[in-house]
């Protein structure tokens, strides 16, 4: 099948996507709600300094700000941000919003993946009722849910989107075909194929939970190493032919401040049910 390919939102995530796809697959789509975004991609600016000018400037891809543009798409990634709110829990206005305008756009046979890091459920639970009512197709049928975790490290050329393992999940075995091979197609390191979404969904909270423990744990031990006049280079001297030892370097920077915070382990909480069997006397994150 010949996808016609759109990616939701062409930040540090979905604009190195994009131009991937647009490289494979004809008439690929790039979507953001600002325009001014758009206007700097045309121009071959890329803020966020993940995609070369030479690149951006190159490539076939079809950045727009127009909903409109989106109507014959056929496989739709969105790659929106899901920060934390004033009260450190999970913003999904950006998903919602991004749920509604592919909605709108949606056509009986299309598929959906999401790649914003989410709780596990969010997904099937909340993103696929909705794309079902703003387009009034109906879920499992009409169109196919997925999930494929960003695994962007923001500043790394070393590993990036194309050399590090995808992992991808689909509602069911068609759907995850589908959506393998069209990952396939850019990533060169390959797909893992999760057995489930919540899985997948489950997987990057994980991913990003153990990021943030071992940049902090660094960084604290980075403070006391340098008050004991142990400097950075002999930090880990042996330490590597130890075993269990990682080579975790520390991050004190404005790129941890930024994209470090530590909000999935609220994310989890958030994500987590009382059984309907049974009253355990609490509820995560009330």
Same mark, same amino acid.
């Given at each position: ?12 995530? %979905? ?19 600002? *325009? ?49 709110? /004033? ?10 919003? /991004? ?8 056509? *009986? ?5 999401? =790649? *914003?890091?989410?709780?596990? %459920?969010?997904?099937?639970? &909340? ?14 049928? !009409? ?6 975790? =960003? ?15 995808? +992992?991808?999940?689909? =509602? ?6 589908? &959506? *393998? ?5 850019? $990533? ?16 990057? +909270?994980? =991913? ?15 403070? $006391?190493?340098?008050?004991?006049? &142990? ?7 042996? %330490? ?12 004190? #920077? ?7 915070? #530590?909000?999935?382990? !609220? ?8 059984? /309907?069997?049974?009253?355990? %006397? ?5």
């Amino acid at each position: 099948m010949n996808e016609r390919i759109a990616v939701i939102g062409l930040g540090y995530v %979905g604009l190195p996507l994009a131009v991937a796809f647009a490289k494979r697959h004809a008439g690929t789509i790039g979507f953001d709600a600002q *325009s001014q975004r758009v206007e700097e991609i045309r121009q071959g600016i890329d803020r966020t300094g993940e995609v070369s000018l030479q690149d951006l400037r190159t490539s076939d891809l079809k950045a727009t700000s127009d909903p409109e543009s989106l109507s014959a798409a056929t496989f739709f990634v969105v790659a929106v941000p899901t920060p934390i709110d /004033s009260n450190n829990r999970p913003d999904l206005s950006h998903l919602l919003e /991004s749920s509604k305008i592919v909605g709108r756009a949606l056509k *009986s046979g299309a598929v959906v993946v999401y =790649e *914003s890091t989410v709780y596990p %459920g969010v997904t099937e639970e &909340i993103c696929g009722p909705l794309l079902a009512q703003t387009s009034g197709l109906k879920p499992g049928a !009409d169109f196919k849910l997925g999930y494929s975790p =960003e695994r962007t490290n923001p500043g790394d050329n070393e590993h990036s989107l194309e050399r590090i393992v995808k +992992v991808v999940a689909g =509602e069911d075995w068609s759907t995850l075909k589908r &959506i *393998s091979r069209v990952y396939d197609s850019v $990533i060169e390191a390959g797909v893992y194929q999760a057995p489930s979404i919540k899985v997948a969904e489950a997987a990057k +909270v994980i =991913e990003n939970i153990q990021r943030d423990l071992n940049v902090a744990l660094m960084n604290e031990l980075s403070l $006391i190493f340098d008050r004991m006049g &142990i400097r950075h280079k002999r930090r880990f001297g042996g %330490g590597e032919y130890q075993v269990e030892f990682y080579a975790i370097c520390a991050w004190l #920077s404005r790129r941890a401040l930024r994209w470090g915070r #530590s909000l999935l382990p !609220d994310l989890q909480g958030r994500g987590a049910r009382v059984p /309907s069997t049974g009253n355990l %006397g609490w509820t995560p994150h009330q």
